[in-house]
């Protein structure tokens, strides 16, 4: 071994093996010597086998990948490989065929679905070290996707579609589509290419059209079916309103209320049946619609297009119930519930006994909100006598709010940004330019509904009688006089990102026709000081509790950059 300079205090060696060394240094000073020895061992550290995590791989005779090329050695020494097969499934020809391997990397085919066990050894040069790996193979299981359910209109031709169904790695895939059920009187008995991934058909009658399909990719079979409903362009929505007289909670149940509403619909010459919006602890209001779509108010008015909109807490229906089945607009009246806004029982309050009694409370909601229609958070006693929410549950017809019922005017949204109290009224015109310059399709002038002092929200806008609508073209108000003085046809709580804002916006005065104070505006929209009024996104009444206009003020200061306010189009 070389010893580098064997005459100075300090040596370095670089061992060739492992085991002992005995060095002996001889330290002098011209006149005596002193010996010491010294052992240095050099250890070999075990290497340590990887053979990697246990896997399914998919088919016989598909080739599966062993990969040992984790393995490590602290030492940096040079590794060999060995794989060997321990156990296979009954009958396996690999338990004698697959010999030994010797690379980190390795492939073996399997002939039988089940386990293979395989063991890789590493090698250092001196000790060896072993890991063992599971390989389940199975038969390739396809899936099958018949795609969502459609809507359509009658005698348009439809297309379906399975292409997101897969093979899952087997290399083949066929298709059989099959037809479950029509509408009675159909005359729909196949479809086109029933072999192929998108078949066609034509439904020629109103109603649900029913299909099955099978994928078969050589190993398994998968089903999933489909649902197409055909509506007619002239088919009726269901109905919605509020009940032209209030009740106590001692309803008969679920079914006596049903049948309450079912009465009032029949005296107003009203087509179909109903069911109250009513929840108990058994059975939650979201549940009670059945496979419905499609309800306008008694006026005309769209009111939600899916269940699931009617009890999104978000936004809520389209516009507030408000409308009895006479077509009377009853304006903010309580409302039974026992609901959360999301459809669901509400434990704070109660049922009223499952709706038979007049003992307990129950929670209920506002008629002129489309937030809090069906909880206003609180409760009161069932021997209170509040209406009822009635909607109608015979049709299946989508609003298609942009071919239906959008129509142009003047647009106003809710402003994405929010207030800066002190940046002026010049700044709150300002922000809304700014949200519809961002916003494709909001190209115009836009400024905010806002009053200051000496001057009203509406007088700040050109006079005109062109409508008022929102960003998906629902209508708000007939004009500006209308939207000064009216209650609001649908809510204005649509922001230029898509999104709905449910909760208070700074108007600046008492109405949208009143002159605004600097009591009102945060002394003009000048300072984070002092108060100003606000209203609520999701009200449409004009003077009301969750008024869209004025429900009271503010602090200026807690609710600085926090609130948004109205913008409305100058044209």
Request: with cysteine.
């Amino acid at each position: 071994m070389d010893l580098g300079d064997p005459g100075t205090s300090k040596i370095q060696i670089t061992p060739q093996n492992h085991g002992d060394y005995v060095f002996k240094v001889d330290v002098s000073d011209g006149e005596k010597h002193a010996q010491q020895s010294l052992t240095v061992s050099i250890y070999n550290t075990a290497p340590v086998a990887i053979a990697g995590d246990d896997f399914t791989s998919i088919g016989r005779d598909n080739a599966a990948t062993l990969n040992g090329g984790d393995s490590t050695d602290t030492d940096s020494d040079t590794l060999t490989y060995q794989w060997i097969i321990l156990s296979t499934p009954d009958q396996s020809e690999l338990l004698t065929g697959f010999g030994t391997k010797a690379t980190a990397e390795t492939t073996f085919t399997p002939d039988k679905l089940g386990a293979y066990v395989f063991k890789l050894t590493v090698h250092d040069g001196t000790i060896d070290h072993s890991d063992e790996i599971e390989v389940q193979v199975r038969e390739p299981v396809p899936l099958a996707d018949a795609g969502p359910d459609q809507v359509v209109e009658e005698d348009k031709p439809v297309t379906l579609d399975g292409e997101s169904s897969s093979d899952q790695g087997a290399g083949q895939l066929l298709f059989t589509w099959v037809i479950d059920s029509v509408p009675d009187k159909s005359a729909v008995t196949s479809l086109s290419d029933p072999d192929t991934a998108k078949p066609g058909f034509t439904p020629d009658l109103i109603g649900e059209y029913h299909f099955s399909l099978s994928v078969d990719n050589g190993y398994h079979v998968a089903e999933d079916s489909v649902v197409v409903y055909a509506t007619n362009p002239g088919a009726e929505f269901n109905l919605a309103f509020v009940s032209p007289a209030a009740v106590t909670g001692d309803l008969g149940g679920l079914d006596g209320a049903d049948g309450k509403c079912n009465s009032w619909a029949g005296d107003a010459g009203l087509p179909g049946s109903y069911v109250a919006m009513l929840s108990t602890e058994a059975v939650e209001v979201h549940n009670r619609l059945g496979n419905t779509r499609g309800w306008i108010r008694v006026d005309g008015r769209p009111f939600a297009d899916t269940p699931e909109d009617l009890f999104n807490l978000n936004h809520g229906p389209l516009t507030a119930p408000r409308i009895d089945p006479y077509g009377n607009n009853l304006g903010q009246q309580s409302v039974w519930s026992a609901s959360y806004n999301n459809g669901t029982y509400n434990s704070y309050g109660g049922d009223c006994v499952g709706w038979t009694a007049t003992t307990g409370d129950a929670r209920y909601g506002f008629s002129d909100t489309s937030h809090q229609w069906l909880d206003r958070e609180t409760n009161e006693p069932c021997s209170t006598a509040f209406h009822l929410y009635c909607l109608q549950t015979d049709h299946y017809k989508p609003l298609q709010i942009e071919k239906n019922f959008a129509e142009s005017g003047r647009r106003i949204f809710v402003s994405n940004s929010r207030l800066n109290v002190g940046s002026g009224i010049a700044g709150a015109d300002a922000l809304c330019q700014a949200d519809a310059d961002a916003t494709s399709g909001l190209e115009g002038n836009f400024r905010a509904l806002l009053a200051d002092i000496g001057t009203s929200a509406i007088d700040r806008f050109t006079k005109s009688n062109t409508l008022i609508v929102r960003l998906d073209g629902l209508r708000v108000a007939d004009d500006l006089k209308a939207l000064a003085t009216q209650d609001l046809v649908h809510p204005v709580t649509l922001m230029p990102d898509g999104n709905n804002w449910d909760f208070r916006v700074f108007t600046g005065g008492a109405s949208p026709a009143t002159v605004g104070t600097a009591e009102g505006t945060c002394s003009g929209w000048s300072q984070a000081s002092g108060r100003a009024f606000f209203g609520f996104s999701h009200g449409t009444s004009v003077s009301s509790d969750r008024s869209w206009f004025n429900n009271g003020t503010d602090n200026c200061n807690s609710r600085n950059d926090e609130l948004p306010v109205y913008c409305l189009e100058d044209r």
